[in-house]
């Protein structure tokens, strides 16, 4: 269990770099202990929004809540089969970079931004390009024993779709974000639906 800590305060520091380096901030420059209260106030913040989110849309026999990350999920069901050879390699406190294809959608709990990419597209599992929410689906959250901030036991794998309601910390966090039509823009702050459909994944 403090293993398990001390990798989510790592995982936590992560997703800091990681929204840091989309504001073109230099991190370096960062008071950690501010920015970490931060990150745990939002995510505090949002958990009521979020939950009762979830109840509402998540199918109550799939969904899950993972406590550690405030983040609810389900996985959906599919018809494909899942390739479950692939492995994630451990390196330090995290995994090496993965290569994966994929179709995924976002939107706003309250329905007004929305994005839908229905074309495989090539995704960099790695801090600082992949958003924290992808981190913690993709990665496992146990090998060998030492468990990981992520919320599948093996992680994300071929023909695997999952669900996320995700508080705003792992996503674009203080960034505002306009859909690709210009008609809805997502506020700075916000909570998102998000759902990965994994085609193919790779070294």
């Known amino acids: 269990?403090?293993?398990?800590k001390l990798l989510l305060v790592a995982f936590l520091a992560m997703?800091?770099?990681?929204?840091?380096?989309?504001?073109?901030?230099n991190y370096e420059?960062?008071?950690?202990?501010?920015?970490?209260?931060?990150?745990?106030?939002?995510?505090?913040?949002?958990?009521?929004?979020?939950?009762?989110?979830a109840e509402a849309n998540l199918n109550p026999?799939?969904?899950?809540?993972n406590d550690s990350l405030g983040i609810w999920f389900e996985v959906l069901p599919t018809t494909a089969e899942v390739d479950s050879t692939f492995e994630y390699i451990q390196s330090g406190a995290s995994f090496m970079t993965v290569t994966a294809s994929v179709?995924?959608?976002?939107?706003?709990?309250?329905?007004?931004?929305?994005?839908?990419v229905t074309t495989a597209t090539r995704a960099s599992i790695q801090t600082g390009y992949a958003?924290?929410?992808?981190?913690?689906?993709?990665?496992?959250?146990?090998?060998?024993?030492?468990?990981?901030?992520?919320?599948?036991?093996?992680?994300?794998l071929k023909n695997v779709k999952i669900r996320l309601i995700t508080p705003s910390i792992y996503y674009y966090d203080l960034n505002e974000v306009a859909d690709k039509d210009g008609t809805g823009t997502?506020?700075?702050?916000s909570p998102l639906d998000v759902v990965i459909d994994v085609v193919e994944i790779g070294r």
Do not use: H
Not at 15 to 25: F, H, L, P, T
């Open 186 to 189: 997502l506020p700075p702050n």
């Open 61 to 65: 026999e799939r969904r899950k809540y």
């Open 1 to 4: 269990m403090k293993n398990l």
């Open 29 to 53: 420059q960062i008071d950690w202990e501010k920015e970490q209260a931060r990150l745990d106030s939002t995510k505090d913040a949002q958990q009521d929004e979020i939950k009762a989110y």
């Open 103 to 116: 179709k995924y959608s976002e939107k706003s709990l309250d329905g007004k931004y929305s994005k839908n």
């Open 131 to 156: 958003p924290g929410a992808w981190l913690a689906a993709f990665y496992p959250n146990n090998i060998n024993g030492r468990y990981y901030p992520g919320l599948l036991p093996k992680g994300l």
């Open 15 to 25: 997703v800091a770099v990681s929204s840091c380096m989309k504001d073109d901030n």
